[in-house]
């Protein structure tokens, strides 16, 4: 069993928590899985099973989110999840007064990370040394964040923004919230987020634990092919000699010439593995089914 199983992550579980559920569902070991969610977060959580673990890092990196910001709240953790620091009603904020601070946070930015994430930092995460009260200057990263459409606007003593956010790896939507609460002057934290796309996996075709369940009991559950999830990825086809040749860790002559991963097929059609075409070579990455 070699492929990928799309989670819809429930609220309360932790990536680790999803991983350990899966095995035991499953009946497997070698679990893993891509782009980590906070626990309140729930949503998309690629899951890779068997041999498909080493294609984790070959996925696509982008993703989407449905995010909602509470204005006039500020927590330790950026979230609800936190301990309050802040609270003070901010009935006068409108949504003309965001609009215009939203630009700030959108193309590539500077964001600093929240000192609860889990981001290491001289070998320790960051959120184990906010919970053993070591608080540390941390640097601010760049990310790319591509939109954010406004879906919804709820007024109030404490008024909610619900925002779409499309964006890349590394990014921090409670970060976002917290940082334009600043911009603000309101202060602001995220109060519930759901991740509709990661890696190319959208919450539309994810599975519940409840569903997974239900099929593997059924004989119905079936796994995301490798060859999907890598469908962003160029395709090329070698032939049997050459083929073996590559699966061997030998570079191979290619009409290729541009620098890119590709996917490798033989010529009955069998996903062989990640190849790299550098200068016209192509240059083993890593041998997922050998000849």
């Not at 939109?147 to 499309?166: N, S």
């Not at 699966?247 to 059609?269: P, T, Y």
């Amino acid at each position: 069993m070699n492929g990928f199983l799309n989670l819809n992550k429930p609220s309360g579980f932790t990536s680790h928590d999803c991983v350990a559920k899966a095995r035991k569902l499953l009946k497997l070991k070698r679990i893993g899985h891509a782009g980590t969610l906070d626990p309140a977060a729930i949503g998309v959580l690629p899951i890779a099973i068997g041999r498909a673990t080493r294609l984790l890092q070959y996925l696509r990196s982008d993703k989407a989110y449905q995010a909602t910001i509470r204005f006039g709240v500020t927590t330790a953790t950026d979230d609800l999840e936190g301990e309050t620091l802040t609270s003070q009603a901010v009935p006068q904020l409108t949504l003309e007064a965001i609009r215009e601070k939203l630009p700030l946070f959108l193309g590539n930015i500077q964001q600093i990370p929240p000192n609860y994430s889990a981001i290491q930092v001289e070998g320790k995460r960051l959120y184990d040394l906010a919970r053993s009260g070591e608080l540390i200057d941390v640097p601010a990263r760049s990310v790319d964040v591509y939109t954010l459409d406004i879906l919804d606007w709820r007024a109030g003593d404490f008024p909610e923004l619900e925002l779409a956010i499309a964006c890349g790896a590394g990014t921090y939507i409670r970060a976002i919230a917290r940082d334009l609460g600043a911009a603000l002057n309101t202060g602001a934290t995220l109060a519930k987020l759901i991740r509709t796309e990661s890696s190319g996996f959208t919450l539309t075709d994810s599975l519940t634990f409840e569903e997974l369940a239900q099929q593997i009991e059924a004989g119905t559950f079936t796994l995301v092919s490798p060859d999907r999830a890598l469908s962003h990825l160029s395709k090329i086809h070698l032939p049997e000699d050459l083929a073996r040749r590559w699966c061997q860790g030998q570079k191979i002559a290619s009409d290729h010439s541009e620098d890119q991963l590709m996917r490798v097929w033989d010529e009955r059609d069998r996903f062989l593995g990640i190849t790299r075409s550098i200068e016209g070579v192509l240059v083993p990455q890593m041998v997922f089914e050998p000849v």
